[in-house]
C-alpha cells in the first residue's frame, strides 16, 4: 500500500480558501484604486535578499524571527521580513532612475518568525505607501490625507488618525534636561493608552525621578482642539519651533482638504522606532480601538542611509490588512463572496456540451461572468452548486427544450424561470434577459 | 566614516521598476479578469512548506533547484518551486471545504534555483488555473476556451493552440509493442519542432529499430483537418477509442462555441510529465513561434494521490507571464505607462498647499487621479516631472492668480492653458474642464 504524506502547512501560515481569497483581494485592490488615484505607483522587490542587505553588516546575527539560510550557492540570504528594509535598498540603487519625489506602493508578502500563540502569522502581507525624496508639509499631508481616502472607503466605519511630531517630543525631553532618558521615557510614554497615566506616572518616576513626571504627563495630555493642546505643547518644550509649525502646516492641508474631522493631535503618540524623525501617526478605528492601530507611520530622514551616502528623507505609512480584515469581519462588513460567476450553464443532457458553452460565451461577451457545469448530474446537486458559490441565475437547456428551441433561464434567489426562445446557436434572448435581470444587483 | 553595504539583489533575482511593475500588473489583472469571467476563484497557499510535501518523502534530496533549508524550529522547509504541487496538497486537505468541480486560478510567485546563463530568473510569477473534481470534454474544452479568450484581449496578435491526447499516443505505443520504450519516444518525439523529422527520425531508430520508425513519424506528422489527423491516428493506434472520442467532443465544443480558427490537433505534442494522461496542449504565438509555448497543460487522473487516497482528477494550465511580458515587448504592445495620474497640481507658492491638495480631492472625487507636487522647484523641474510621469494635464496655482480668483488648467501635450476661475474654495471650474480635457484620452 502507497504510504500518504499527510497535507498541512507550517505551524503559523496558512491557506486561504477562496472566500477568505476574494474578501482579502477586494480589500487590496480597494487600496490600490485609492494609491492610483494619488499617484502612487507600484514596485516589486525579490522576497529572497542577501541576509546582509536586510540585517546590516554582522547585525541581527541572533535574530530567531528571521528566516535566514545558506542558499545552494553558498549564500547568506534571508526572507524580507518587512517592506521597508528591501525599499530603502531599491532606492539607493535605482534612485537615479526614478523621478523624485517618488511615490510608491508595495502590497507583498513578508515574513517572520513570530510566536504564534499570541496569535501572529508567520506569513502575512504588507502593504506600504512612501513618499521619498522631499521633505515637507504638504507631503506629509497627503500621506494622512491618502489615508483618510483610503479607508473612507472600506467600511470600517469612523476612524481617527492621531498624530504629533517626534521633534517637539525631543524638544521636550531637551529642555526638561531628560536627552539621555530619552529611550526610556519613551518606551513609558508609549504604554499611555494601555495603562493608563497612574501607571505611566509611576514608571516615568522610576527612570526619570518623581518631579520631571508632571511636565511629561501634562505635555502627552490629550487637549480640547488643535490649537490649545499644540500651545501647551509648545509652551512646555521651550516655546515654538520649526517642528511645531511643521504641525502647524500640515494641520492646515488636511483641514482644508476637508479631512480634519478624522485627524487629531496626540502627544502620546511617539511610535517606539528610533526611524522616525518628524511626525507620526497611528490610526484606530472609532468602533474598534482595542485592535490597536490599523494605519501606522511618520517621517524619516534617512531611508537608505546603510547603502547610500545620498540622503533620502521620506514620510510613508503601512496599513496593518489583517487588522483591516480582522476588523471588517467584526464589523459584519466582510465580503462573503465566494465566486464571481452570475450565471451558471447547466449540464443537462449529452451532446448539448457545445451549446452549454457557446450560452457561456455570449453571455461574458455581454460583460455577465457565466460558468458552464462541466458534468451531468442531478439537478438538485447543481442548484446546490449554483447555491455554495452564490451564482443567481442558471440556465437549463435539455433536449426537451432544445428540440422545441427554447432555453429556461431560472431566477435561483426568486425560484422563477423564464422561457426564452433561441435559433440557429443564437442565444441572444437568453443574454438579455440575464442582462435584466442582473441589473442593480451586486 | 561609515561603511556602506553595496545595494544588490542576488543572482537571478530583479527588481520591478514601475514602469515594469505596471505592465505586469496589468497582464495579470487582464487575465484575472478573463478567469473570473469564467467561473474561476482566487486561492493563496504559504510560499514555505515541508519539504517533505514539496518534494515527497525521500525524495528531492539532490535537487539544487529548490530552496530548501532548515528553519529556526529545526523543520525542513522549502520555497514551493511552483503552484501545482501546492495545489495538490490544498486540495488534499480541503476538498470536503470546498464545492466540486473546483475551478481555481492562482497567480503568485514561486523559485527555482536555475542556471541563470540560460536568461532564466530564480523569482518569477506562476499564473495556473484548474478544474479539478470531474473528467469531460465539457471541462477539458473550458479550459481551451478560457485559454482562447485571455489570449485574445492582450494584444499578442494570433496564436495556435495545438491539442492532442496521451491516451491516443500511448495506444499508438502499445499497438506497436513499444510500451517499454515510452519514455525514450516521447523525449525523441518531443524534439519534433526543433530538430525536424530526421533528427528525430534518427533518434528513434536507434531507440526502437528502423522497422518502426515510419509508423511513429506517420502519426506524428500534422494533417490537413482535424478529422482526417485523428482518422490517421486511429488507424495508427488500432482504432477508434474513447481517448480519441474524447478529442471529438473537445474539438465539437470548442468549434461551436466559435473557437475552432484557433486549435489545431497536433499529434506530436506529448508533454513530456508522466503527470498528463488525457488531452494535452500547448500555445504558440502566430508571430513569435521561437519563443516556445507560452501557455500549456492538460488532463491528469491524481492531482493529489500523495497526500489523499480520494481520487482528484483534473485539467489544468499554466501560463508564461514572463514569456508573455517578453512576447509583448517584442512586438510593442508592451505597456509604457510609467504612471496613473492624469492631473499634477503644481506646487507654486507658500501658503497654497491646502488649496492644492483641495483642488486634487476635488478632481479624484471625479474620478480623475491626481497628484500633488510636494515641494516648490522650477516650474521645468515640475513639468519635467509630469512629463517622466507621463501626466497630461497641469493645474497652475501661483499667488497671483490666486489673487485674482483663477486657475490655470494646463493642457501639457499640447501646451496650451485655459484660466478657470474659482471661489471660496470651490474648483469644480477646474475639475469639469479637466474632465473635459481627458474624455477620450487614455
New interface residues.
Given amino acids: 500500500m502507497?504510504?500518504?504524506?499527510?497535507?498541512?502547512?507550517?505551524?503559523g501560515?496558512?491557506?486561504?480558501?477562496?472566500q477568505d481569497?476574494?474578501a482579502?483581494?477586494e480589500l487590496m485592490e480597494k487600496l490600490e484604486r485609492t494609491f492610483?488615484?494619488?499617484?502612487?505607483?507600484?514596485?516589486?522587490?525579490?522576497?529572497?535578499?542577501?541576509a546582509?542587505?536586510l540585517l546590516?553588516?554582522g547585525g541581527g546575527e541572533t535574530d530567531?524571527q528571521v528566516?535566514r539560510?545558506?542558499?545552494?550557492?553558498g549564500?547568506d540570504?534571508a526572507?524580507r521580513f518587512d517592506l521597508t528594509v528591501p525599499f530603502a535598498?531599491?532606492m539607493?540603487?535605482?534612485a537615479d532612475?526614478?523621478?523624485l519625489?517618488f511615490?510608491?506602493y508595495h502590497i507583498a508578502?513578508a515574513?517572520r518568525?513570530e510566536n504564534t500563540q499570541r496569535g501572529r502569522y508567520r506569513?502575512f502581507i504588507q502593504c506600504d505607501f512612501d513618499?521619498v525624496g522631499?521633505d515637507?508639509?504638504?507631503?506629509d499631508?497627503?500621506i494622512i490625507?491618502l489615508i483618510g481616502?483610503a479607508l473612507s472607503g472600506l467600511g470600517v466605519g469612523d476612524f481617527t488618525v492621531r498624530i504629533n511630531h517626534r521633534g517637539v517630543f525631543n524638544r521636550l525631553l531637551e529642555s526638561a534636561g531628560l536627552r539621555e532618558k530619552s529611550a526610556a521615557v519613551l518606551r513609558a510614554v508609549d504604554k499611555l493608552e494601555k495603562l493608563g497615566e497612574g501607571e505611566v506616572g509611576r514608571a516615568l518616576a522610576a527612570e526619570i525621578g518623581a518631579d520631571l513626571v508632571p511636565r511629561v504627563l501634562d505635555f502627552i495630555a490629550k487637549g480640547e482642539d488643535f490649537e490649545s493642546t499644540l500651545g501647551r505643547m509648545e509652551s512646555l518644550a521651550g516655546g515654538p519651533s520649526e517642528d511645531s509649525a511643521r504641525l502647524r502646516?500640515i494641520w492646515?492641508?488636511?483641514?482644508?482638504?476637508?479631512f480634519a474631522g478624522k485627524m487629531v493631535l496626540d502627544p502620546s503618540i511617539t511610535r517606539g522606532l528610533d526611524y522616525y524623525t518628524g511626525v507620526v501617526f497611528e490610526t484606530s478605528l472609532d468602533a474598534m480601538p482595542e485592535i490597536g492601530s490599523i494605519c501606522s507611520g511618520g517621517r524619516y530622514d534617512e531611508l537608505?542611509?546603510?547603502?547610500?551616502?545620498r540622503r533620502l528623507p521620506g514620510v510613508g505609512s503601512s496599513i496593518g490588512l489583517d487588522r483591516l480584515l480582522a476588523a471588517l469581519d467584526h464589523l459584519g462588513k466582510a465580503g462573503k463572496r465566494?465566486?464571481?460567476?452570475q450565471v451558471?450553464v447547466l449540464?443537462m443532457d449529452e451532446g448539448l456540451?457545445?451549446?452549454?458553452?457557446?450560452i457561456?460565451?455570449g453571455l461574458?461577451a455581454a460583460g455577465i461572468?457565466?460558468?458552464?457545469?462541466?458534468?451531468r448530474k442531478k439537478i438538485a446537486q447543481q442548484f446546490a452548486?449554483a447555491e455554495?458559490?452564490g451564482?443567481p441565475l442558471a440556465v437549463i437547456l435539455g433536449s426537451e427544450e432544445a428540440a422545441k428551441g427554447v432555453a429556461q433561464l431560472r431566477d435561483l434567489l426568486r425560484r422563477e424561470s423564464v422561457e426564452l426562445g433561441f435559433e440557429g446557436?443564437d442565444f441572444s434572448a437568453v443574454v438579455a434577459e440575464a442582462a435584466r435581470l442582473l441589473q442593480g444587483r451586486e
Wanted: proline share 5%; hydrophobic share 35%; charged share 35%.
Fill in positions: 502507497k504510504e500518504i504524506i499527510e497535507p498541512r502547512v507550517l505551524k501560515f496558512r491557506d486561504y480558501l477562496p481569497e476574494i482579502r483581494r492610483r488615484s494619488y499617484g502612487f505607483v507600484p514596485i516589486d522587490t525579490p522576497v529572497l535578499e542577501y546582509e542587505i546590516g553588516k530567531k528566516f539560510f545558506q542558499d545552494n550557492g549564500r540570504v526572507l535598498r531599491f539607493a540603487e535605482h532612475e526614478l523621478y519625489p511615490k510608491r508578502k515574513w518568525g506569513e513618499i522631499t515637507t508639509a504638504s507631503a499631508a497627503d490625507l481616502d502646516a492646515r492641508c488636511v483641514e482644508e482638504a476637508g537608505a542611509s546603510l547603502y547610500t551616502t465566494s465566486g464571481y460567476s451558471l449540464d456540451e457545445a451549446s452549454y458553452h457557446r457561456a460565451r461574458r461572468a457565466a460558468e458552464v457545469f462541466p458534468e452548486f455554495r458559490k451564482i446557436g
